[in-house]
C-alpha cells in the first residue's frame, strides 16, 4: 500500500462539536497503531486512510448500504485477503524471474494442433506440482516450449508454489562455477528449494564435461521432492549427447523420466507463422495430430510444396 501515515492534525471530521471531533480523532489515531500493529493494511486503507480523505469511506459506504456489523467486517477481511494476495503474488512473481509474461489464454491451441489443449489444460491445474511429477516439453525452436513452461509456471505461483525459472546453460554454468569455488553446496541447494523449478532450452548450447554429472546431482535431491519442468528442442534419446555420457545421462532420465508428463511439439515455428504466410517461406502440415509421451523430435521440416 503505497499510502503514507495519515497526519492526525487534519482528521477530525468537520461540522462536529469539539469534544466528539476530539474523541473520533483519538479513536482513529488508536485504531491507525492496532491496524499497522497487525499489518492489515487494506482495512486500514479504509478505516484510517478514509478518515483524512475527501473521498467516501467505508462508514459512509457501510451506512449507504445499510452493512451490519459482521457484512462489514467480512467486507473489511475481503478487503485485506485480496490486498495480501495480490502482494504474494507479486512478490512470488518477481522471484521467480520469468523472462516475460506469457499465459495460457495467450497461448493459440489452433497454431500448434500437435498440442492437447486437454492436456496442458491439465497440466494446468498444477496436481503434478502437489505430486512432485516432472513435466517434458519436447520441441524444435519457436513452437511454445518458453511460453507454456511460463504460463503453467504463473498458474503454479497462482496456486501458490514456489517456482524458479533459469535456463539450462545459466543453471549449469552456476554449478559448476559452484564446483570450482567450493561454493556447489548453496548452490544445489538454492535450486532445490522451490517446488517447481523450471529449466529452459536444454540441448541448444554445448555444455561444460562436468555438468552432466551436476545436473544429475541436482535431479536426485529433487526427485519425488520437488517438480522440474524442462524443455529441450532434443528428443530424450539425444541427451545423452548433450552431456556427453551415455550412463550419466541415462540416470538423468531416469529419475526425471520416472513420474513424469513429456508432451513433444511437432510443428512450425509461430515466430515463422506470419512470415509464412505472407509467402516467404513455403509451409508444411504439422505431420502428428496430437501427442504425449516419451519420444522424439523430428528434425525441423524441410520446406516443401504446400
Ligand atoms: P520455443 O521456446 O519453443 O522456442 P517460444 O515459446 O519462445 O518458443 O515461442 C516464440 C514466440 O512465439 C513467443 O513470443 C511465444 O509467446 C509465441 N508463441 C509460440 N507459440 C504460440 C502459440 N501457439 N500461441 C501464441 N503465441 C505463441
Ligand atoms: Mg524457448
Known sequence: ???????????????????????ISQLVEELDAMLSRLRLGAIREQLVGAAFSEGVGLLEEAARRQLNLREALAWLCAAEVSSKEQRRLSMALTI????????????????????????????????WVANGDNVVLLGPPGVGKTHLEVALGREAVARGYTVQFTTAMELLGSLVKGQQQGTLEPRLAQYSKPKLLIIDELGYLPLEPQAGHLFFQLISRRYEQGSVLISSNRPVEEWDEIFGDQVVAAAILDRLMHHSHVVTIRGDSYRLREKRRAGMFRVQAPRASSSAGVGGVPPPTPAEEA
Open 1 to 23: 500500500m503505497a499510502r503514507g501515515k495519515p497526519q492526525a492534525t487534519s482528521a477530525v471530521p468537520t461540522g462536529l462539536p469539539a469534544a466528539e471531533s476530539a474523541e
Open 96 to 127: 521467480a524471474r520469468f523472462p516475460f509474461v506469457r499465459t495460457l489464454e495467450g497461448f493459440e491451441f489452433e497454431a500448434q494442433p500437435s498440442i492437447d489443449p486437454g492436456k496442458i489444460r491439465d497440466l494446468a491445474t498444477c496436481r
